[in-house]
């Protein structure tokens, strides 16, 4: 994967969200990587150049949506501990 490449990221955020939808209407098991690469309007080529099956994607996706929960959660507490500074 290359991280630098402005195209990488976009094509590779497509599949993360294509896949996420894909699994919001059937299980992981039951997705396909025609289903994916139908729904992120890349080609199958595009998928294999930056994963090697549809669990690996599972795996980056899942890990883009902790890596946001966790930004999420410290910019709230951030809030929190300015307010908190604020009252003294």
Do not use: N
């Not at 402005?6 to 294509?18: E, F, G, I, V």
């Not at 199958?44 to 549809?54: K, M, Q």
């Not at 883009?64 to 910019?75: G, M, T």
């Amino acid at each position: 994967m290359s991280d630098g490449d402005p195209q990488a990221a976009r094509t590779r955020a497509k599949l993360r969200a294509a896949l996420l939808a894909e699994c919001r209407e059937r299980s992981l098991e039951q997705v396909s990587v025609a289903a994916v690469v139908r729904r992120a309007g890349v080609r199958r080529s595009a998928f294999y150049l930056h994963y090697t099956d549809a669990q690996t994607l599972a795996v980056d996706a899942c890990a883009d949506v902790v890596r946001d929960a966790v930004v999420a959660l410290h910019a709230r507490r951030g809030q929190r501990s300015r307010r908190i500074h604020r009252r003294r």
